[in-house]
Structure formats: C-alpha cells, structure tokens
C-alpha cells in the first residue's frame, strides 16, 4: 500500500513545473504568482490527502485530476477573488436583460470611444479658451435636440435623476404622489426609499387603482414642493382603473406653480418614426419629447433600455430647474465618468442620424430571422417554433413581440454547460424545450455562438 501511494505522489507535477504550464502562467499573470502559489498548494495538498490515500482510487483518477488542477485553482482563485466579468451569448428573447448588462452597444461605438480611453481627453477642458470647461456639454445639445429640451443633464442612473431632482427640490418638503405609481425597481429600491434618501415626504394621494385630478388638488398645500408622476413601466393595473393624465397634472401644477416631475423610465427620447422599425409594443408609451411639449418642467429616464447606451440617467427640461439641480453638492456624486460620457455621446448621435442599433432587431420579421435559424437548425437540429420576444428592463413588460425560434429537447446538463463554457451561452428551457432565440444575439456572433454551442455538447 505505502509503495502505491509514493508511486502516485511521483506523478504529482511540482510547484516550478506546475507554475510554468501555459493555463497557470495565465493566472499569474492575472493574480499574481504569490496567490496563485498558495492557491496551487492548496489544491497539491488536497490531491495527496485525498485521491492518494484513497486505496480504491483508479490510477486513471488521479491523471484527470492532475488534468483539471489549472481549471481547480482557476475556480478556487475566483471564489477568493471574485470573477472577471465573461462574454455571453444571450439567446434568451429578452434584450434589455437586467442579468445580463441589459443592451450591447454597437460595434461601431465600443471602436469609437477605445481611443478615448486610453488617452487624455477634454472632459472639463475648453480646447478653445484654454480653461476649465463642463463635462455635460458634449452630451447636454445632443439631448436638447432630440427631446426639444431647453436644457439637458446627465447623471449615472435613473434613480440618480430622482434623487438629484427631490434633494434640490423637495428637501423637507412634501412630494404628491399617486399611490398606484408606487414602484420598486430594481434591486427592491423602492420610490418611497427614494423620496426618504433625497430628504423629501412622500403625500400618497388616490387608491392603488385609481386617482382623481382631484385627489392631487386636494394634496396640494404650502408644504408641497412638487408633483412627481412615475410610469409604472414594470407593471400593469387593468380592470377598475383610473389615472390622471399629464396634461391634466400640467394645468393644475402651472395653476398652483408647482413643478412637474415625469419618471419616464424608459429612456424614449422621441416618437418612433421611419427609418426606425416600428414597435407596437411601444405604443400608448409617450417619450421625453412628447412629455415636454404636453408642458412637463422635468422628466428623467434611462440610458441603457429603450436608448441602447451605458448605465446613465437623463434629467431634461426647464433650464433654471436642470441648472439648479447641476449645481447640487449632490450633482458630485453621482456625475457619469469619462467612458459612460463618451459612449453616451456616440450613441446619441446614432438616434439624432436615425442609424440602426441593436435593439431593433427585437422586430426583424420572421422572414429576415429564417435564413440564420435555418443554419442553426442544420447544424444543431430541433424544430424551429413561433416564439415571442421582450424588451425587457421594466419596458413593456406585457407586451410580447411575436416571431420564431428554434426548439431543442431540454437538457439540464447542456444548459450548464452552455452557462459555463467560454464564452457563455444562455438560453431558456419552456415546456420541456430549449428555446434559442436569434434576435437578441448579433448576427456577426453567428459562427463564434454556433462554435461555442458545439464545444458544449
């Protein structure tokens, strides 16, 4: 027995060899070699204390296990350090994908801003005058002209926006707003907690389903600092219902001289119009445009649903209330950096010249979407099925958008392995089927996404 056992601790790699292999180079070069050694020991100690004084243990056993040490001390460093952020596929249907970093940005902008960013550049310079310049000028314009703005800010979420806006406005004042607007978003951040963090006192007004413009009259006193409307974007009230429409809550702000805050949410920056796709799904959803010219004095929404741009926060409208909330202490600390600035920019030009981004792929008929399914179903089989899409993020959550997919049979082990293989392939398993949808992977990721389906199976 003693002479088995020292013969499998000969096949044992040492620690010099070990660290030289390719897979384990690659490590150090991430971590470090001092974390990668101690990591490497560890896994060493476990071999000698485990499989090798197991007197059943087959030989072939311990070959694999020698095999997968890189890949045991690879996971090992992960869960001490925390995993870098992996590539995947997303095939899900559901292109603002919360889970998954919700919408890519186009090829063209992520090459456009690379030389941004590894460089100097003129965040808070004026090239001209020679002298400090404002980070929000390179995007502010851009939002003017596509929501009809007279002014514009950017922040670094949504709830950013919210919490600028009530902290510069309604600190230790009274909020209205109507009970069923209520939401949690997110993370379970909730606009009461909102209200609460900006020093602001939520006034509910109305039942959960269903507010008079009469209840926000009734609401109104010296205490009020502001009437706040949020389209529940993530939810939907039907049956015995009743809300109070924004030109509504327009006359009767301008009547009382309060300002009017709109939470769009969404990100809609304007109407859809040709040569964009049209979206159904949208309708019944006014943007920021819309909701300026009904009179709004404020609305805010996201950069990285409907608009297809990093994690941001848009505050548009009236210009004294933008800059006051610009001024804010608070403005500090949630301003966007350089790289969300940057790609916000891009992509804001993108809307203003009509081009096509990736999410209006979402409403490819099925007729552009055969050719690819075709290819995959040849390479992999299954039966391509009518299945529905989603905009996902919050955004009409609702409302499906029809089309096709290709079904496989449902297999547990394939999907982990999809979920783990690099890069990641995510699907969804429905009625026992796993159900590939292409219109939320970019068709240039055709081959790369076929390749890494195939190594896992």
């Not at 030989?59 to 001490?80: G, H």
């Not at 502001?226 to 809550?249: A, D, M, Q």
Request: negative net charge; hydrophobic residues 40%; aromatic residues 4%.
């Amino acid at each position: 027995m003693e002479e088995k056992t020292e013969d499998a601790r000969r096949q044992l790699p040492a620690m010099g060899v070990l660290l030289e292999t390719p897979a384990v180079k690659v490590l150090v070069s991430l971590y470090g070699r001092d974390l990668v050694r101690a990591h490497a020991q560890a896994q060493l100690d476990e071999l000698r204390q485990g499989s090798l004084s197991d007197a059943t243990a087959a030989p072939e056993d311990l070959v694999e296990r020698i095999a997968e040490l890189p890949c045991a001390i690879d996971r090992a460093l992960s869960d001490e350090i925390g995993p870098r952020l992996r590539r995947v596929f997303n095939a899900t249907g559901i292109f603002v994908h919360t889970n998954l970093g919700r919408s890519p940005l186009p090829s063209s902008v992520v090459a456009g801003i690379a030389p941004l960013l590894d460089s100097y550049t003129d965040l808070e310079f004026d090239l001209r005058r020679g002298r400090r310049g404002d980070r929000n000028r390179s995007v502010e314009g851009l939002l003017c002209a596509l929501t009809g703005a007279p002014a514009a800010l950017l922040v670094n979420n949504n709830a950013a926006s919210l919490v600028l806006v009530l902290a510069t406005v309604a600190a230790g004042k009274e909020v209205v707003v109507s009970r069923g607007e209520l939401v949690e978003i997110g993370g379970s951040f909730r606009i009461p907690s909102i209200l609460e963090a900006a020093g602001a006192k939520l006034r509910e007004v109305g039942a959960t389903n269903r507010v008079r413009l009469s209840d926000y009259e009734s609401a109104l006193g010296p205490e009020t600092a502001l009437i706040l409307k949020v389209f529940p974007s993530n939810y939907r009230l039907s049956g015995f219902v009743s809300s109070v429409e924004v030109p509504s809550l327009v006359e009767l702000c301008r009547r009382r001289q309060l300002p009017l805050l709109v939470d769009e949410g969404s990100g809609l920056l304007r109407p859809q119009a040709p040569p964009r796709p049209a979206a159904p799904q949208l309708e019944g959803h006014s943007s920021m445009r819309e909701l300026l010219s009904m009179g709004t004095d404020l609305v805010c929404g996201s950069g990285d649903k409907l608009l297809g741009g990093p994690q941001a926060g848009i505050l548009v409208g009236e210009k004294e209330l933008v800059r006051r909330c610009q001024r804010h202490p608070l403005y500090r600390a949630v301003r966007p950096d350089r790289a969300c600035i940057a790609t916000m920019g891009e992509i804001l030009r993108l809307h203003l010249s009509d081009a096509e981004l990736p999410i209006d792929r979402l409403w490819a008929s099925s007729d552009q979407m055969m050719p690819r399914l075709l290819r995959l179903q040849e390479a992999l089989g299954g039966e391509i099925v009518e299945s529905d899409a989603f905009v996902g993020g919050g955004a009409a959550p609702e409302a499906a958008i029809p089309g096709r997919a290709l079904a496989l049979e449902a297999d547990d082990r394939l999907t982990r392995r999809l979920r783990e293989g690099d890069p990641a392939v995510v699907v969804f398993q429905r009625t026992g089927k796993m159900i590939i949808d292409l219109r939320t992977v970019d068709p240039t990721d055709d081959e790369p996404f076929l390749e890494a389906f195939l190594d896992a199976r």
